[in-house]
């Protein structure tokens, strides 16, 4: 079993940063597929980036949300820069995918998400 816990939401202006952390515990971490998903109001869930062997993203956050991990630290990171309104949704932290990491069906493991609001 492997629990993950999310943090780092908040508010901010448009242009501005936040960085998302996720904590996971239960396993080996450094073997997990880590993802990023959000969902806002009124919208399905969608990806937003996955690091395993290598990094992905949606394109609309490519250039602008770096996604990281340190395995020493159990902790997959979302750093989150020159935010729009339209980032505005609740994060989501997943991972050990089974089949297509873009979709949110293929996760066994999922956070309880943390919101991210972005004014205009």
């Known amino acids: 079993q492997v629990q993950l816990v999310e943090s780092g939401g908040g508010l901010v202006q448009a242009g501005g940063s936040l960085r998302l952390s996720c904590a996971a515990s239960?396993?080996?971490?450094?073997?997990?597929?880590m993802a990023w998903f959000r969902q806002a109001p009124g919208k399905e869930r969608e990806f937003v980036a996955v690091?395993?062997?290598?990094?992905y993203y949606t394109d609309s956050v490519k250039g602008r949300f770096p996604i990281s991990r340190d395995n020493a630290k159990n902790t997959v990171y979302l750093q989150m820069n020159s935010l729009k309104p339209e980032d505005t949704a609740v994060y989501y932290c997943?991972?050990?995918?089974?089949?297509?990491?873009?979709?949110?069906?293929?996760?066994?493991?999922w956070g309880q998400g943390t919101q991210v609001t972005v004014s205009s």
């Open positions: 690091i395993s062997g290598g990094t």
């Open positions: 239960g396993r080996t971490f450094s073997s997990y597929t």
């Open positions: 997943a991972s050990d995918p089974r089949g297509d990491v873009y979709e949110p069906r293929s996760y066994r493991y």
